[in-house]
């Protein structure tokens, strides 16, 4: 292996190390269920829309076609994170919103597949269940009452961002233990 390379593995295992770390301070500020967490879900949010526009705008450069639909995409998705980050709050609301219409139209397609494949599919009950209880979160997450719609999305972001940081720091020692073992060869 060579000297480039091991170097680059070894920043490699710290990045994961890092970030999820990082992810599961944002689990935990999440997770305490104050305004803070709905601040920083708000914020979060902001961010994944400033590199899904970032995204965007090295998506128009790297294709030919649909240059046009980037670059809208892009502006969107930029003017969406600073909002969001400008206005936590009101774009952790929203997302709330988003999040109910989404259940609301996920859990009514699975129900739909489950009846309509009922004849050909054994276990067709398990999509109706699922579809129904998608019904039942939507409709949480959906109704005004603003601390229960918070509690969902609370639970939900701060427990993905607890997973994701677990995994990005088993990755960590993986990428460092499979290092040291091409080192080693």
């Not at 999440?30 to 949010?45: E, Y």
């Not at 997302?95 to 067709?124: E, H, M, P, Q, Y």
Request: hydrophobic share 65%; no cysteine; net charge neutral.
């Amino acid at each position: 292996m060579s000297s480039r390379a091991r170097s680059a593995a070894g920043i490699t295992w710290w990045l994961f190390l890092v970030t999820g770390v990082l992810w599961l301070l944002i689990s935990l500020v999440v997770l305490r269920f104050n305004i803070t967490s709905v601040a920083s879900v708000g914020v979060l949010l902001g961010v994944v829309l400033l590199m899904a526009g970032v995204n965007e705008f090295l998506d128009m450069g790297a294709q030919e076609s649909w240059k046009w639909f980037h670059a809208i995409l892009g502006v969107l998705f930029i003017g969406g994170g600073i909002w969001a980050i400008a206005h936590p709050i009101g774009a952790f609301y929203e997302l709330a919103s988003i999040l109910g219409f989404l259940l609301l139209l996920k859990g009514t397609l699975d129900i739909t597949v489950a009846v309509a494949t009922k004849d050909v599919n054994d276990l067709w009950w398990m999509g109706l269940v699922v579809g129904i209880l998608e019904l039942l979160l939507a409709f949480w997450a959906s109704q005004q009452f603003f601390a229960p719609r918070a509690a969902l999305i609370l639970l939900w972001v701060g427990f993905a961002a607890m997973f994701r940081g677990i995994t990005e720091i088993f990755l960590a020692f993986e990428v460092r233990r499979a290092t040291k073992e091409m080192v080693a060869a």
